[in-house]
C-alpha cells in the first residue's frame, strides 16, 4: 500500500467510524441491541467499501457531506450480512475479525436482530441526507436495495450455500461471486461516481471496474484462507475447506489462483483508465485490494 493511500484510508476510516457511531447513538434503541450493533460496528473492518464510495465520488468532484451517510449505509449492510452469515444457520462461526462473533458475544437472537436493524436503518441514513436531492435518494435506494437483495449479495449467498459439497466451474464461482462480494464493491464505486457527478459512460466504466475489484477481493480471501495468517485474518485458516466450499484455489490451484488474480487486477485497471478519472486512489485500491494480508 502506498503512503499516500495509507493516509487517505485511515482519515476515512476515522470519520466512517465517526459518523456510524453518531447515527446509532442519535437514534431511540433498546441498550442491548444497540450494544449488539456497535460491537460489530467496531470490529476493526477495513470499510473497503465506504471508502471506496468516498474516493469514487472525489474523482469526480464529489463532496464528503454528500456522500458520507450513503457510504455509512453500505458499511451498515456489510456488516448485516457478516452477523447473518456467522450464525449457525449459515456458515456458524465462533469469530470473525478475531474476537466472538456477534451471536456468541450476545445470543442467537439478539444478533438476528441486530442485523435486521442495521439493514434497515442503512436505508434511513440515506433518506435522511438533506444533501441529497429527491431523485438521488430514488436512485440510491433502489440501487443499493438491488445490490443487497435476492438479485444481488443474498443471492449470492444462496448460490454459496447451494455450491457447498460440489465442485463448481469458474463461471459458477464467478457468478456466485458477483453477487456475494462483488455487488456491494459495485454499489459503492457505482454510487460514488453517481453522487460526484459521473456521466452515464464513466458509470458503466466504473461499474466494470468495480466488477473486477469484487472478483479480486473474494480470489485474494480464497488464497489467504490457504496461505494467510490466523492472526492477522481474524478466522482460522482453511474455514472455507472445513465448510466445503468451492474456492479459486482448489479450482486452479494455487498458482492458478494467483495468476486469476492478476488478470482481475489488469482488467480493473484497464476499465479505470476507460472511466476518465484522475484519481490514484482508485486505482490505488486495486493493488491495496490484490495484495491484502487480511
Known amino acids: 500500500m502506498t503512503q499516500a493511500l495509507q493516509t487517505y484510508m485511515k482519515d476515512k476510516v476515522e470519520l466512517i467510524n465517526q459518523q456510524l457511531e453518531q447515527f446509532i447513538y442519535a437514534m431511540q434503541i433498546p441498550e442491548r441491541l444497540q450494544d449488539s450493533i456497535l460491537y460489530s ?30 457510504a455509512c449505509a453500505v458499511e451498515m449492510i456489510h456488516t448485516y450480512s457478516l452477523i447473518h ?11 470473525r475479525r ?24 442503512a436505508f434511513y441514513s440515506i433518506t435522511n441526507n438533506e444533501r441529497l436531492t429527491d431523485s438521488e435518494k430514488t436512485y440510491l435506494v433502489k440501487e443499493l436495495a438491488k445490490a443487497s437483495g435476492p438479485e444481488g449479495m443474498v443471492a449470492g449467498q ?14 459458477e464461482l464467478e457468478a456466485i461471486h458477483r453477487r456475494k462480494t462483488g ?13 460526484g457527478g459521473a456521466n ?11 466488477n473486477y475489484l469484487g472478483l479480486l477481493f473474494q480470489i485474494q480471501d480464497d488464497i489467504l484462507d490457504v496461505i494467510g495468517d490466523e492472526q492477522h485474518i481474524g478466522k ?15 479450482l486452479l490451484g494455487l498458482q492458478g489462483a494467483l495468476e486469476q488474480k492478476e488478470h482481475y487486477a489488469l ?25 491484502r494480508y487480511k
Do not use: C
Open 267 to 291: 482488467k480493473a485497471k484497464q476499465s479505470l483508465q476507460k472511466a476518465g478519472v484522475d484519481s490514484s486512489y482508485l486505482e490505488d485500491i486495486i493493488d491495496y485490494i490484490s495484495n
Open 98 to 121: 478475531g474476537q466472538p462473533t456477534n451471536h456468541r458475544q450476545y445470543d442467537e437472537a439478539t444478533a438476528i436482530l441486530a442485523g435486521d436493524g442495521l439493514l434497515t436503518t
Open 85 to 95: 452469515d456467522d450464525l449457525p444457520a449459515m456458515d456458524d462461526d465462533d469469530t
Open 183 to 195: 455487488e456491494l464493491l459495485r454499489f459503492s464505486a457505482v454510487a460514488g461516481a453517481f453522487i
Open 200 to 210: 452515464a459512460q464513466q458509470l458503466e466504466e466504473i461499474e466494470t471496474y468495480a
Open 236 to 250: 482460522p485458516v482453511g474455514s472455507d475447506q472445513t465448510n466445503q466450499k468451492s474456492t479459486y484455489p482448489q
Open 158 to 171: 444462496m448460490l454459496d450455500m447451494e455450491g457447498e459439497n460440489r465442485t463448481l466451474t469458474l463461471e
Open 41 to 70: 460496528l467496531r470490529a476493526g473492518g477495513k470499510r473497503i467499501r465506504p471508502i471506496l464510495m468516498l474516493a469514487a465520488s472525489e474523482a469526480y468532484g464529489g463532496q464528503d457531506n454528500r456522500a458520507i451517510s450513503v
